[in-house]
């Protein structure tokens, strides 16, 4: 009888091995690739790509296919793009999404149909709380956290009274939220701008003049923060009204600045949960080597596509390659073993990281390019305020 | 809320409105005279943008910058006829709309493979980047005024030419009756060239004008040219003094919408309603003027004269 079945494990080895064979997880990343958005969209691809280099591109033994996908700014277009991957591309996993409208508009392509979705960088309120879901990851923040950690900054720093200055999207409207939860002083004006076709804010600017307020706050992220700033100058109001911002200064819009002289950026404030200059061996890999490639200093975006890869990669690892097992894979993303650039972060239980939020400013560095270094922690271990809400 | 408050208002409405002139004065020659709907109009905003921040880059001057490009804009505008659209006037509208929407994405993309993806970026001299004392406490940036200033006269110099200059006679017979300016013995191919590459310069100039407030960028163009058409359908298509007039009044009533109406909702609304509306209905307003123009007076303020 045992002599009987011997014939048993090579005929399943040989059954199982086209799924062997099939050795490759495919990966679809949206971003922006096109518009004056791409760049950041390119931000995020060039680390993708050397996450990938990094890891030899493969993953728990399996070799790494990825599709990139261009939204084009657009939240129609994010979702057609969505579709494409998820029924004619037929990838295993989606991940990528700059934009909060854009992310709202694909989410439910993707959870429909029963995949993982991992958000690099959106994260609306909505998706944190009630419309939560158990395949929907989040590496980056929730919207109203960072700013939540600059209302304690503004709060630390004797800000009597703020202005608030934000685009009428649902991020804008995030961030305002955010920065109102957690600031104690009085809100003295408030003008939430069309997006993305407002560009020009010298009748804000007037209005912020007549207010008179003891700080600005901003969210202005994209091309759109060069632009701010330069405006900010222009009326007169650098050196005269503190500006608090998150999201608007990166490290694409710095050397920009640097190069139209705009002092006025040196010394400003804002929080994050990331830097170039944070000290752990993923970090410094990942930093030295993107600027020995592209010659500047990563963005924030571009630190969370890579972290994002790695994530995948630990979950893969831990279902020993098995990633048609999303039961498993989501187990395993729960854990978020992996090695962030950010330290050590955890999942909290609506699937958006538990993290800490640092006080960052514009400085000169060692070589004298611009780039933001941390000053204090504002927040440990944060918990977005949506996380009660979400019922998993 | 106080008179420096409105003065400083008044003076950013007026700002927007000098230059959604100059991009509706070119859009409305050349839909008046030529009968050319074109919406790559804001493709020749953004082109001036780049020309003159590359001219800029390479003179290390921005004044030297914008007189190297306007002649450039305008040799590129004249090109665009020649090649693109000389073969589109006797098509539909919808054709038109079609193809100049395709040479939209043309620009779009030219320009994202020839410069940098994120645009670039025109630092300002020191004596034009800060805000003057204008006196009475109204402070103003020094370079919205020059904007203002350069509106003015390019306004002042298009009313004198059309109004004057022989080139302007056939351009206001141009408009209103095209068939009989050709049938006179007016070449007509060389007047449509000379029009366009004049609508390319001044949307140009508006770009280059922006290009250090904005920074230049691939699709800006659109943005603006949506107001320009409003503008030119609130003037009357082919008048260009319907265009300067509807230019402000557009100008002044987006900005005075942006400044006021919050403070006037909150007056009547709960702060939740009001901060919703506000942005909502400020950014309605001129499509509700135009379609108050539209319902009582079709063919715009100031219509061109037509036989």
């Known amino acids: ?392 | 809320m106080n008179w420096i408050f409105l003065a400083e208002q008044f003076l950013n409405g007026f700002q927007l409105g000098i230059l959604l002139f100059l991009i509706a004065a070119g859009l409305t020659l050349v839909l008046g005279i030529m009968d050319l709907v074109n919406l790559a109009h804001g493709s020749l905003y953004m082109l001036g943008a780049f020309f003159a921040a590359t001219f800029a880059q390479w003179t290390d001057s921005f004044v030297l910058g914008v007189l190297l490009a306007l002649p450039a804009i305008l040799a590129a505008g004249m090109v665009i006829e020649v090649v693109a659209l000389r073969t589109l006037y006797a098509r539909s509208h919808l054709d038109q709309v079609l193809a100049t929407f395709g040479l939209i994405l043309f620009f779009n993309s030219l320009v994202q493979l020839v410069w940098p993806l994120d645009g670039l970026t025109i630092p300002l001299p020191a004596y034009l980047d800060g805000a003057v004392e204008l006196g009475l406490g109204v402070t103003y940036p020094t370079y919205r005024i020059l904007i203002i200033a350069v509106g003015l006269l390019v306004a002042l110099g298009l009313y004198l030419m059309v109004a004057k200059t022989r080139l302007g006679m056939l351009i206001r017979a141009g408009a209103s009756n095209r068939v009989m300016v050709g049938a006179l013995g007016v070449d007509i191919k060389w007047l449509f060239t000379l029009v366009f590459g004049l609508g390319a310069m001044l949307a140009g100039l508006a770009g280059m004008m922006m290009a250090p407030i904005l920074s230049a960028t691939s699709g800006m163009g659109e943005q603006i040219l949506i107001l320009a058409f409003v503008v030119i359908v609130i003037g009357g298509i082919g008048s260009v003094r319907g265009a300067f007039i509807a230019s402000i009044i557009v100008g002044l009533i987006d900005t005075m919408g942006r400044s006021f109406l919050d403070v006037l909702l909150l007056a009547v609304l709960p702060v939740n309603a009001a901060e919703a509306a506000g942005p909502a209905l400020s950014s309605m307003l001129i499509y509700i003027l135009m379609a108050s123009v539209l319902f009582f007076k079709p063919q715009g303020l100031f219509p061109a004269q037509s036989g």
């Open chain 1, 1 to 392: 009888m045992g002599k009987g079945l011997l014939w048993l494990a090579p005929a399943l080895a040989l059954l199982a091995s086209p799924a062997a064979a099939a050795s490759k997880i495919k990966i679809g990343f949206v971003t922006t690739l096109t518009t004056g958005a791409a760049v950041i969209g390119n931000d995020q691809k060039n680390a993708v790509e050397l996450a990938l280099k990094h890891m030899g591109n493969r993953m728990g033994g399996l070799e790494v296919e990825i599709i990139f996908a261009d939204d084009e700014f657009n939240p129609q277009k994010g979702k057609q793009k969505t579709e494409k991957l998820v029924k004619k591309d037929k990838v295993d996993i989606v991940a990528g999404y700059i934009w909060s409208h854009v992310l709202m508009a694909s989410a439910s392509t993707v959870l429909d149909a029963g995949k993982i979705l991992i958000s690099a960088n959106a994260g609306p309120s909505a998706l944190a709380g009630k419309k939560c879901n158990k395949n929907f990851f989040n590496i980056s923040w929730q919207n109203d956290q960072t700013p939540m950690a600059l209302g304690e900054v503004l709060n630390q720093r004797g800000i009597k009274t703020l202005y608030i200055l934000a685009p009428n999207y649902a991020a804008g409207k995030n961030m305002v939220a955010g920065v109102e939860r957690t600031f104690k002083g009085k809100i003295v004006g408030k003008d939430m701008t069309k997006w993305p076709t407002q560009i020009d804010w010298a009748s804000e600017f007037t209005k912020v003049k007549a207010a008179n307020p003891d700080a600005v706050f901003t969210f202005y992220p994209g091309k759109h923060g060069p632009a701010f700033i330069k405006q900010y100058q222009q009326a007169g109001l650098t050196g005269k009204v503190p500006l608090y911002s998150v999201y608007t200064i990166d490290s694409i819009g710095l050397p920009r600045m640097q190069k139209a002289k705009m002092k006025g950026v040196l010394g400003t404030f804002m929080t994050q949960t990331w830097a170039p200059d944070m000290d752990n061996a993923q970090n410094k890999r990942f930093v030295a080597d993107f600027k020995k490639k592209h010659g500047r200093y990563p963005t924030f975006y571009a630190s969370q596509a890579y972290d994002s890869m790695f994530f995948i990669k630990a979950a893969v690892e831990a279902v020993g390659g098995d990633y048609g097992n999303v039961t498993g894979l989501r187990k395993a993303m729960e854990k978020a073993d992996f090695p962030s650039v950010r330290g050590k972060i955890t999942m909290g239980k609506n699937h958006f990281p538990v993290q800490n939020f640092y006080l960052r400013e514009v400085v000169e560095d060692a070589d004298g390019n611009w780039t933001t270094a941390i000053r204090s922690t504002v927040y440990e271990n944060h918990v977005d305020p949506y996380a009660k809400d979400c019922k998993m």
